[in-house]
């Protein structure tokens, strides 16, 4: 698959996952692009959590929903109507979480490039997690990352230390086929905006 194709195929995928086991060589060479990812001073600053158990998957899935629910309850009306046909995880069907965590004391106290931007090491690793998403996508993967949770529940259900942070559990694993518009555009959620809405020439305006 092109690069291209990569990026524009690339979706948020919930409830397409076919239940089938990742082959360990093709989720060796995607967790292989992860780690490839840019990092500052080269600190490679992330951690990944690879969860297969069944009791581990529901345990999560239960945490989601209740989360789900606290969403659901603030929203009125529209919002509320369409947010109610939204599946936001496919944590079972998928039978694979992948759990990125960010460790900030990788590369000890003096990092270069992160004296002054305190966030770089969490940037490095939501590009580890792009590249995670993409090389899945070319594998025919389906990835979605699930952000209706508390760190602190995900970070005591896999064991995380406390310095480290929990940045995504993603949801990987085959898939029927991936949708051609992405869920939260399909269901009248959100839409994607032009390229000329957020580019700026020299000066924000």
């Given at each position: 698959?092109?690069?291209?194709?990569?990026?524009?195929r690339r979706r948020d995928t919930r409830a397409e996952f076919t239940g089938g086991p990742v082959?360990?060589?093709?989720?060796q060479r995607v967790l292989s692009a992860a780690h490839a990812?840019?990092?500052?001073?080269?600190t490679q600053p992330w951690?990944?959590?690879?969860?297969?158990?069944?009791?581990?998957l529901r345990t999560f899935r239960e945490h989601v929903a209740t989360e789900r629910e606290v969403f659901a309850s603030s929203?009125?009306?529209?919002r509320s109507e369409t947010f109610s046909k939204i599946k936001i995880e496919g944590i079972c069907e998928s039978g694979l979480g992948v759990v990125v965590g960010y460790d900030p004391t990788r590369g000890g106290s003096h990092v270069l490039g992160r004296h002054a931007i305190a966030d770089a090491g969490l940037y490095s690793t939501v590009l580890a997690i792009q590249n995670l998403w993409l090389a899945a996508t070319a594998e025919g993967l389906g990835v979605?990352?699930?952000?209706f949770y508390r760190e602190e529940f995900l970070r005591d259900l896999v064991g995380l230390p406390d310095h480290v942070r929990p940045v995504a559990w993603l949801c990987v694993g085959p898939v029927a086929d991936l949708p051609d518009v992405p869920d939260l555009e399909r269901f009248?959620?959100?839409?994607r905006s032009a390229l000329s809405t957020v580019v700026h020439e020299e000066r924000f305006k």
């Open positions: 698959m092109d690069l291209y194709d990569a990026i524009n082959d360990p060589e093709v989720l990812a840019p990092s500052v001073g080269m951690d990944f959590v690879l969860v297969r158990s069944a009791e581990t929203l009125a009306g529209e979605g990352w699930v952000s009248g959620w959100r839409h």
